[in-house]
Nanobody
Framework: QVQLVESGGGSVQAGGSLSLSCAAS????????MGWFRQAPGKGREGVTL????????YYADSVKGRFTISQDNSKNTLYLQMNSLQPEDTAMYYC????????????????????WGQGTQVTVSS
């Protein structure tokens, strides 16, 4: 059993920055992927960014490349997301997630691979 506790989020003006963190507790017996999905009102949950805990392989959605950076501190079992140049379209509930890898140390943004979810934190970006 893994528990994911998110912190961060909030409201910022377009062009601003926010950072999120996700602390994982509980034992894991293999390497896996961690990251964030987000869900905007009226839309499905989409993968934002993921990182392979055993080797640092990352995935970024095209919409956030160059603006968001995912990182991890394995000693603290904590994940971080730095979000820069935020835009109104980034407004969503952001959910930390832990999932199976897609194989070969790769991470894939598929909801069906997720085994554990954080409670979510709201990110709101105003024009």
């Amino acid at each position: 059993q893994v528990q994911l506790v998110e912190s961060g989020g909030g409201s910022v003006q377009a062009g601003g920055s926010l950072s999120l963190s996700c602390a994982a507790s509980g034992r894991t017996d293999r390497n896996y992927c961690m990251g964030w999905f987000r869900q905007a009102p009226g839309k499905g949950r989409e993968g934002v960014t993921l990182i392979y805990t055993g080797g640092g392989s990352t995935y970024y959605a095209d919409s956030v490349k160059g603006r968001f950076t995912i990182s991890q501190d394995n000693s603290k079992n904590t994940l971080y997301l730095q979000m820069n140049s935020l835009q109104p379209e980034d407004t969503a509930m952001y959910y930390c997630a832990a999932s199976d890898s897609a194989g070969g140390g790769r991470c894939s943004p598929h909801v069906g691979l997720v085994h554990y979810w954080g409670q979510g934190t709201q990110v709101t970006v105003s024009s």
